[in-house]
């Protein structure tokens, strides 16, 4: 038996380096800590402009574990940060993001005089002393048009093989998509309230061919959605309806969630630290 020692250790060691930090926290951690992912939900969108430099910034300055960033292509095909379909929530402008071009989005007041960013910008800025969480979407007509230009960024910047990144979707083609053009990124399916109520083993196993995590919100989720999703070895990252955050994140912690969206991270990181 003492020599099968050594290619176990090295075949456990490559086991392990070649999960991303999220797959390996929950196995790693020991049994009686509890360190949930905290996502910024648009940077610290709650306290800054949302999707800019500041809120960025300061989720960093505040400990996220990871920026999120919804993306939307651009007329001229550039993926820019922005969640709404039309700009003119978050910016001075008015118009649907894919009938506009990148020079024109960048004349446009993103909130405190923020510009909007690219995809690439963001990286750029901070490099691998962040983590990213970035959401895919269907254009307006359910086409696929991000995920290759996607998958060549996160390669440029060494941020798959760094396991500095997740990419999160609604859309199961999207993430099957990234799944067939690179398997090492871990994804995550976000649900919408109706899946969240049909939710099986059986629909948990599916989703588990392609991702290693599930993002309900947690207005719907209670005690039994969460060990359902954990008895299929699936990790459960929660998101917020705003006005419920603040309201639900005790209970979420108390559930052991796997992972917070949250719009304030010191807010989060502070009611996990007087829970434990």
């Known amino acids: ?18 999960c991303s930090k999220a797959e390996t926290s929950a196995k790693s951690a020991p049994s009686d800590s509890y360190h949930p992912f905290m996502i910024a939900h648009r940077g610290a969108s709650a306290l800054e402009p949302e999707h800019t430099l500041l809120s960025y910034e300061r989720a960093i300055k505040d400990k996220a574990d990871y920026i999120e960033i919804d993306l939307r292509q651009t007329k001229d095909g550039k993926l820019v940060a922005i969640h709404d379909k039309d700009v003119a929530r978050t910016t001075n402008g008015k118009g649907k993001v894919q009938d506009l071009k990148l020079s024109e989005l960048k004349k446009l007041n993103a909130g405190k005089g923020q510009k909007m960013l690219t995809i690439e910008e963001i990286i750029k800025t901070f490099g691998k002393s962040a983590n990213y969480y970035i959401e895919t979407r269907e254009d307006e007509n359910g086409h696929l048009v991000m995920e290759k230009q996607l998958v060549d960024i996160l390669e440029k910047y060494d941020l798959i093989s760094g396991n500095k990144a997740v990419v999160e979707s609604f859309s199961e083609k999207s993430l099957r998509k990234i799944r067939s053009i690179n398997k090492d990124i871990p994804l995550a399916r976000l649900l919408r309230d109706d899946e969240v109520s049909r939710l099986t083993p059986d629909s948990l196993r599916k989703m588990k061919t392609y991702a290693f995590a599930v993002g309900p919100n947690a207005k719907l989720v209670n005690e039994s959605v969460v060990n359902t999703i954990h008895k299929e070895n699936l990790q459960i990252h929660v998101f917020f309806d705003a006005e419920n955050e603040n309201s639900l994140t005790k209970k979420m912690l108390q559930l052991k969630v796997d992972g917070l969206f949250t719009n304030n991270p010191a807010y989060t990181r502070k009611q996990l630290d007087s829970s434990m």
Do not use: A, E, N, V
């Open 1 to 18: 038996m003492k020599k099968l020692t050594y290619p176990l250790i090295i075949g456990l060691f490559i086991l392990i380096s070649g």
